[in-house]
């Protein structure tokens, strides 16, 4: 039964991206999903300009020019990632993504004559396998740059696993590091980066992180541990610390349908629940213990069955199948 709870969970993620610190409104969306990013205006005025940009390059998405009445979306930017997914309101000027991918991860910016505002995407995609599949974990990259340099780490303590460094033109994998487990068992591309990892256990379990010019991406290869609730019990989901140091961050995600549920604060040693979030499911449930940084859920009933996963730094992670059942 163990074999069906393996998950591979795809995401791009620096933690602070997570926070609102610096003023960007955070959207955690699934694969395939639609958002739309509002501009915060009912109706764009006479003389307005209004411009959407992608990531750092700020490569420019969609744009209207309401004087000249002209509204213009670039679809075929970065190798067509967007064709046919992006819908402008002419309108209030809000743009609309449909059937979102990884690779739509990122900054989104919004210019106007007078607002700025900036979205940060983090899809997630999860992949179910069990033991002995192999599993690709792509890095995107249609090819390497001269001096692209990518490397490919697992688990608590960063094991550098691949490499490859375009300036010296050389390309590596360890696969003896942590006694072997991966001996025979990883390819990397030497055009994309990509690593495969075949014939996986759980012993493979872990975070991936692929670094590429030091910019990070995760991924999960995630192992839930199944646990059943009676209806109307509380339950705890415990953080694995007995206590948590002021300004360690934790993210509680329910991934069922992808929401934060509860998180410390990087800044102020503060905790929050969104409990508002999944209308309402979570309201009045949800308890985080400022010590432990451990989640309890109160009163679950069948609404609350899923997949939790809670985030720490460095790739620690935690990951729970909660199923329940009747009283
Ligand atoms: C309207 O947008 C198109 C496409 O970007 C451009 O070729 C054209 O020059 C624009 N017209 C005006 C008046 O700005
Ligand atoms: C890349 O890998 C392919 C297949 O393993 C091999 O044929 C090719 O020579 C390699 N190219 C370089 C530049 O290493
Ligand atoms: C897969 O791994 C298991 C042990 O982890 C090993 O016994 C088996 O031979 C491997 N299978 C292949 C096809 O390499
Ligand atoms: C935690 O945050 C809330 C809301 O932002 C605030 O009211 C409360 O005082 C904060 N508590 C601590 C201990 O900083
Ligand atoms: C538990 O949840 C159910 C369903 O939402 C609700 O009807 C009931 O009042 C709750 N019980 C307590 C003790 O909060």
């Not at 955690?28 to 739309?36: A, E």
Request: charge should be negative.
């Amino acid at each position: 039964m163990r074999e069906m709870a393996i998950k591979l969970v795809l995401f791009c993620l620096c933690f602070w991206r997570l926070d609102d610190v610096s003023g960007q409104e955070i959207k955690l969306l699934k694969s395939g999903d639609s958002v739309t990013l509002k501009s915060g205006l009912t109706e764009m005025k006479d003389d307005d300009e209004i411009q959407w940009r992608f990531a750092k390059e700020k490569t420019p998405l969609a744009e209207i020019l309401k004087q000249v009445g002209n509204l213009t979306v670039y679809g075929d930017v970065l190798d067509g990632r967007f064709r046919d997914r992006l819908k402008l309101d002419h309108q209030t000027g809000s743009l609309t993504i449909t059937d979102i991918r990884m690779e739509h991860t990122g900054l989104y910016e919004l210019e106007t004559k007078s607002v700025m505002k900036r979205f940060f995407l983090n899809i997630f995609d999860e992949i179910s396998m069990k033991d002995g599949d192999s599993v690709t974990l792509n890095s995107d990259l249609t090819e390497m740059k001269d001096d692209d340099v990518i490397q490919w780490r697992f688990g608590n303590e960063n094991t550098l696993l691949a490499e490859i460094n375009k300036q010296t033109d050389s390309m590596t994998v360890y696969e003896d590091v942590l006694d072997g487990r991966f001996r025979n068992r990883l390819k990397l591309n030497n055009q994309t980066g990509s690593l495969t990892i075949t014939n996986t256990t759980t012993e493979h379990a872990g975070a991936y992180a692929l670094d590429i010019n030091n910019e990070r991406k995760m991924f999960l290869l995630a192992v839930y541990d199944e646990i059943s609730v009676k209806e109307g019990d509380s339950l705890t989901i415990n953080s694995g610390r007995t206590e948590i140091t002021t300004g360690e961050m934790f993210f509680w995600l329910y991934m069922n349908e992808i929401a934060l549920i509860a998180r410390t604060k990087q800044w102020d040693d503060n905790i929050t629940v969104y409990d508002d979030v999944l209308d309402g499911r979570f309201r009045d449930r949800l308890k985080l213990d400022d010590q432990t940084g451990s989640l309890t859920i109160r009163n679950i009933t069948t609404q609350h069955a899923g997949r939790y996963v809670l985030l720490k730094e460095r790739g620690l992670f935690k990951a729970l199948s909660v199923s329940v059942y009747g009283k």
